[in-house]
């Protein structure tokens, strides 16, 4: 029973580089999302879907893509490193039409040097 | 964005104490989500609360929705060491779809000494 998978568990970065943080859930759930989470700032929307080819962007969209091309896979991709994205990355997944997030990942640990 | 204004931002007790975690804002939530979260992983939610004065139980928390639907509140009674994490208030805007504005407040530490 795995639920939400978030790979890699922790990466390291040079500012520039551009990376893919893979999420897959095997619930058949229709909404996912992506997160990141800040000291002091709890967590804040990135960007979420609410069904395969269907995206849209959430509260902190910059510098980041999406697509979902299936209901199971949401990658989440890092088009060019900053350190201000430095933070822990969390994907989640309901089931329930507009509902809040009900299972999340464990999350990416991500540092930008 | 609407806030969701959480208090304490830590809390430090002994297990068997008792606490209260509040979730306050000025704006009206549709629903009110909470979770635990523990270090290195991700948030597991709790409950959701949806009608204004709604109270639910779980165990030895017990989840309240405000009447006017702006503010939670969650009680632990006799906290254990197990209660130990990261609690989150998360709000659905009241109105529309506003599924990409959901609000996360910004979390309370609990900590249980044995």
């Known amino acids: 029973n795995a639920g939400v998978t978030q790979t890699p568990k922790f990466q390291v970065l040079k500012t520039g580089q551009s990376m893919t943080l893979q999420c897959a859930q095997d619930m058949n759930h229709e909404y996912m999302s992506w997160y990141r989470q800040d000291p002091g700032m709890g967590l804040r929307l990135i960007h979420y879907?609410?069904?395969?080819?269907?995206?849209d962007q959430g509260e902190v969209p910059n510098g980041y893509n999406v697509s979902r091309s299936t209901t199971e896979d949401f990658p989440l991709r890092l088009l060019s490193a900053a350190p201000s994205q430095t933070s822990v990355y969390f994907c989640?997944?309901?089931?329930?039409?507009?509902?809040?997030?009900?299972?999340f990942g464990d999350g990416t640990r991500l540092s930008i040097l | 964005t609407q806030l969701l204004e959480q208090s304490p931002q830590f809390l430090s007790i002994q297990e068997g104490e008792n606490l209260t975690v509040y979730c306050n804002s000025s704006?009206?939530?549709?629903?009110l989500q909470w979770y635990r979260q523990e270090p290195g992983e991700g948030p597991v939610l709790l409950v959701t609360v949806v009608t204004g004065g709604e109270v639910k139980k779980l165990k030895r928390l017990t989840f309240q929705f405000g009447d006017a639907r702006k503010d939670s509140s969650l009680h632990i009674t006799a906290a254990q060491p197990g209660d130990t994490g990261l609690y989150l208030c998360a709000g659905k805007p009241s109105g529309g779809t506003s599924y990409g504005k959901l609000t996360f407040g910004q979390g309370t530490i609990l900590t249980v000494h044995p």
């Open positions: 704006s009206v939530f549709s629903s």
């Open positions: 879907s609410v069904g395969a080819g269907i995206t």
């Open positions: 989640a997944s309901s089931e329930v039409t507009g509902a809040q997030p009900q299972h």
